[in-house]
């Protein structure tokens, strides 16, 4: 017995394998780890670039007449949510989060300028409201300022409205809650309209087949992946009216959310303070900006995420 225990002693030929094996999940575990907070780097940077693409979409759409200011109609809005889908097909979304655009105007005829909310349209199964206001917001109420992070707050112009796009995300983890507890992942952009456009209503394109409206009293996704049709959503919580008018109908190209728009125009986004780190550039244009201490109240941008 002292002869083998003196042979094992002298033996080291698997010191080497003794070696990895205490290593090897020590290793794994700062692997994994290592890809985890990859990928939620990642996630956060495709939420704020989202809502970016999505808050300068927002600014560009409606028909294109020259002779009326330019008006923006459901189906505008639904096509925008779509290209939304699209483009961030991988983080479905429409299906572990929600998308909230706000349009943030100043009250007609009201001395001072008051800042409301006029119209909302949200899409997504994740249920959560608006951190900043609901429609009607701020009638009346002199206390509501604008909307977005306190010290952070835009503004909308008299004569003018902002897309304030909010997006909040549940993260899908690679291994489940082993390295990530809070999955919320939230991300907020504004952007001003790019040109003159009629802030009366949403309209419907068809008062005889009316598309669907986005509301906000409704949690779903895409079902499919299909575009919602015309006739599905009747007017239910919209604020929206039927046109009339002959005008050519576009802006469907701008609603895809696509890189090539994001600043490709005067104006551009810029990021701000806080969590978002994939915010756009701008190209130019009279565009202002502002850091995450900017003052409560401030004027609202050509683009912003914060």
């Known amino acids: ?80 949510f779509y290209g939304a889908h699209l483009e961030s097909d991988e983080l479905d979304l429409f299906t572990h989060g929600r998308v909230i655009l706000s349009s943030l105007e100043v009250y007609p005829d009201s001395d001072p300028a008051q800042q409301y909310i006029h119209w909302q349209r949200c899409k997504g199964s994740l249920n959560v409201s608006s951190s900043y206001g609901q429609t009607g917001d701020g009638i009346g109420d002199a206390t509501f300022t604008g909307m977005g992070p306190i010290g952070n707050k835009v503004m909308a112009m008299e004569d003018d409205a902002v897309m304030f796009v909010e997006i909040a995300y549940d993260y899908q983890p690679l291994f489940g809650d082993i390295f990530v507890s809070d999955r919320r992942i939230v991300g907020h952009a504004a952007f001003n309209v790019r040109s003159d456009r009629d802030l009366s209503q949403v309209y419907q394109r068809d008062a005889f087949d009316p598309d669907p409206v986005s509301s906000c009293g ?17 007017a239910a919580g919209a604020s929206a009216a039927p046109d009339t008018s002959t005008t050519t109908s576009s802006g469907s190209s701008s609603t895809s959310g696509s890189s090539t728009t994001s600043g490709s125009s005067t104006g551009g986004a810029s990021t701000t303070g806080g969590s978002s780190s994939g915010g756009a550039s701008s190209s130019g244009g009279p565009s202002s900006t502002t850091s995450g201490g900017g003052s409560t109240g401030s004027p609202a941008f050509f683009g912003m995420g914060f």
């Open 218 to 234: 409704t949690y779903d996704g895409f079902s499919g992946g299909s575009l919602p049709t015309p006739g599905t959503g009747g």
């Open 1 to 80: 017995m002292k002869r083998l225990v003196s042979r094992l002693r002298s033996h080291t030929s698997g010191v080497a394998m003794t070696e990895f094996a205490l290593a090897a999940p020590l290793l794994m575990t700062a692997g994994l780890y290592g890809a985890e907070t990859t990928w939620l780097t990642v996630t956060h940077m495709r939420v704020n670039q989202t809502a970016l693409e999505i808050a300068d979409d927002a600014s560009r759409i409606g028909d294109l007449s020259t002779l009326t200011s330019r008006k923006i109609y459901e189906s505008d809005i639904n096509e925008l």
